[in-house]
């Protein structure tokens, strides 16, 4: 457990490396302990599995190892179907691939597991709601690109950069002057 930990520490200092090697060694031990089913220490709860694995898949995407991300993001989504934010990070994996549609299916499951939560952390169903956004706009879905804007404006509305989006989704639909009531 102590490799997990000191993984989080290494992240905060931006050694992703050091972090990754640390997440996969958790993991590892976690997973030998559970084959052998020795209980010498506390095991690994699903949720602990998911995070070891959700932060192991932001240090390969920080490390612009994508295709290892979305490894990683598969099996956190394995072990916790619940969390958004699995379904939040692998959706940013897949826009570096340029991946849009399922960037965008993993953005609206990440808002529906919010929902479902119950939470009213209103920054982390606006980053969801920004990021879905701009991701249909890149696939040209203009209509549910300035609806999802829209939402997150309605989350956050002193948010500029959301406000500066919706206008470029106005524009590019030709929608002049709601373009220029957004900007």
Known sequence: EYMFWRGRV?????????ALYDFSGA???????????TRTSQPFTSH???????????????LGQYEEALQNYDLAVKRNTK????????????VALQRFEEAISDYRDAIDRYVESG???KEKVFKYRFNLGISL?????????????TRATEELPS???????????????????????AY
């Open 10 to 18: 290494y992240m905060m200092y931006t050694d992703y490396k050091r």
């Open 137 to 149: 706009r890149r696939i040209g879905d203009l209509e549910f690109s300035i609806i999802e804007l």
């Open 83 to 94: 969390d958004p934010q699995n379904f939040y990070n692998r959706g940013l994996t897949y």
């Open 27 to 37: 993991i590892r031990q976690a997973l030998r302990q559970e084959k052998e089913q």
């Open 119 to 121: 939470s009213s952390e």
């Open 48 to 62: 602990q599995y998911s995070e070891a694995y959700m932060f192991s898949g932001q240090c390969n995407h920080f």
């Open 159 to 181: 948010k500029a950069i959301c406000w500066n989006n919706l206008g470029l989704s106005f524009f590019q639909n030709d929608e002049w002057e709601h373009a220029i009531a």
